[in-house]
């Protein structure tokens, strides 16, 4: 085990040369997922950010990285083996359209995903072609990947997602089409006057309904730096970069 690199983290994580880098968004999911309900299954997992941050404040958690693009596995097992995490931590290469293939049903107690946000077409377009199929619905679609968490998770098992604060009625249009009651909901503004920029959602399998609208998150104070909101909920915040969406975090 690295304790200096587990003290560092996110700096030093190996990312993929020209695919997904992942930024302040997968600091945010892994701060806000539950710490203590696994066995957790990484959807799209990427470099593995999300999954291995969450598996850093559960001592016990084991984390699943389903991942389709094999340079980010790559760098995903070596940031376990960096972090001292690769005994509870497993690689799942494949696609999320094909999750009955890979995962067995209702195996696991939690599911994180930061999907891709943008429709085909919208924002501006990634040269390489892995990063654009994390940017944008260019393969699975938001609504696969509420399936593939809906497959996976038992009654009552929770689902962690982070999308763009613009597709918020999408993804929880998908959830409830597949059987996901949204519970939670944190908005999460780059300043306090600013419009939400992504959001937290939390839902259930199985679960009645009722969402909790919870106070919106802020990221930076008046001055720019990062508001004390924003690192008290997740200090890894500081690393590298700070809030920047999609940016890579040093």
């Known amino acids: 085990m690295s304790q200096t690199a587990r003290e560092r983290f996110p700096r ?40 291995l941050g969450l598996a850093l404040r559960g001592e016990k958690l084991v984390v699943h990285a389903l991942e389709i693009e094999e340079e980010a596995l790559v760098c995903a097992r070596e940031n376990a083996r960096r972090l001292g995490l690769s005994e509870r ?5 494949g696609d999320v359209r094909t999750i009955r293939e890979l995962v067995p049903a209702e195996s ?17 377009m990634s040269p390489h072609a892995a990063r654009e199929r994390a940017r ?21 098992g ?9 597709r918020l009625a999408d993804m929880l249009a998908a959830f409830a ?19 939400a920029r992504f959001a937290l959602l939390e839902a259930r399998k199985g679960g009645r309904p009722g969402l909790a609208v919870e106070a919106p998150l802020v990221l930076h104070d008046a001055s720019g730096a990062l508001s004390a909101q924003a690192l008290a909920m997740c200090p890894w915040l500081a690393s590298g970069r700070g809030p920047g969406g999609r940016a890579g975090v040093d």
């Open 108 to 124: 696991c107690g939690q599911v994180v995903c930061n999907p891709p946000w943008f429709r085909p077409g919208r924002g501006r």
């Open 12 to 51: 030093g994580l190996a990312q993929p040369a020209h695919g997904h880098r992942f930024g302040a968004d997968a600091l945010l999911l892994a701060a806000f997922a539950h710490p203590g309900r696994g066995p957790v299954l990484d959807l799209g997992a990427g470099s593995g950010a999300v999954g």
């Open 136 to 156: 944008a619905e260019t393969g699975a679609l938001l609504a696969d990947f509420a399936a593939a968490a809906s497959f996976v998770l038992p009654e009552r």
């Open 158 to 166: 929770r689902a962690a997602f982070i999308v763009a604060a613009g």
């Open 89 to 93: 931590w497993r690689a799942v290469p």
């Open 177 to 195: 089409a597949h059987g996901l009651a949204a519970k939670r909901l944190v908005c999460v503004h780059p300043k306090v006057d600013a419009p």
